[in-house]
């Protein structure tokens, strides 16, 4: 019941765009969802996060869509730029309680000029 | 500001040999987590301390073991080195305890045992 699963795990995209990932968790309790990226060499960073209360979350070009009842949730990201290439990680997090992070695998995302 | 500060960046440790990561949180956040990252997969939680408390422990053997200081920064000790452990470590600083307020990570140290 704590798994996130991520896909695909790798994904190359020509420049301008939609990249999509997606990912699907089990345990209900989860109620904090964020999106980190990370480049070689370093830390993940956060990209955007949802909360289960809404259903899509905008933030420039990157927006993150939830389902609920489907107990899935998605980036996409916009007109799609070789500056994004990096490896993106999904999460979920039971926040009320200790906020352990439950990552997925990561999608490497590879843009094309 | 400074963000979540780890050191070292790099180490090469011997099987067997013991190991202290430290990690310095953002000014004003009381919450530090440790993860471990094997190449190619998400991080793993290890720990979470919380006004030098311990908060939650991960699936990860006894040798594995922190503590947090007073002034909120902490330290990694893993005891009798496997090659296994080979990974980047790393540390997460966030203002609460739980993860309502989202967590930042630092860069990490890349532990390489041979």
């Known amino acids: 019941q704590q798994q996130v699963k991520q896909s695909p795990q790798s994904l190359i995209v020509q420049k301008g765009g939609i990249s999509i990932i997606n990912c699907a968790y089990e345990n209900t309790a989860f109620d904090y969802f964020p999106w980190y990226q990370q480049f070689p060499g370093k830390g993940p960073a956060l990209l955007i996060a949802?909360?289960?209360?809404?259903s899509e979350k905008k933030e420039g070009r990157f927006t993150i869509s939830f389902n609920k009842s489907a107990k899935q949730f998605s980036l996409h990201i916009m007109d799609s730029q070789p500056g994004d290439s990096a490896t993106y990680f999904c999460a979920a997090c039971y926040s009320s309680n200790t906020g352990k992070l439950i990552f997925g695998q990561g999608t490497t995302l590879q843009v094309k000029p | 500001d400074a963000g979540v500060t780890q050191s070292p960046t790099h180490l090469i440790k011997t099987r067997g040999q013991h190991v202290t990561l430290r990690c310095s949180p953002i000014?004003?956040?009381?919450?530090v987590s440790w993860y471990q990252q094997v190449l190619g997969q998400g991080p793993q939680f290890i720990f979470q301390y919380y006004e030098k408390e311990e908060r939650g422990r991960g699936n990860f053997p006894d040798r594995f073991s922190a503590r947090q200081f007073p002034n909120y920064s902490s330290e990694l000790n893993v005891n009798a080195l496997l090659l296994g452990d080979s990974a980047l470590y790393l540390c997460?600083?966030?203002?609460?305890?739980?993860?309502?307020?989202?967590?930042?990570f630092g860069s990490g140290t890349r532990l390489t045992v041979v």
């Open positions: 997460a600083s966030s203002s609460a305890g739980t993860g309502r307020y989202g967590y930042t």
């Open positions: 000014s004003g956040h009381k919450s």
């Open positions: 949802i909360r289960p209360d809404v």
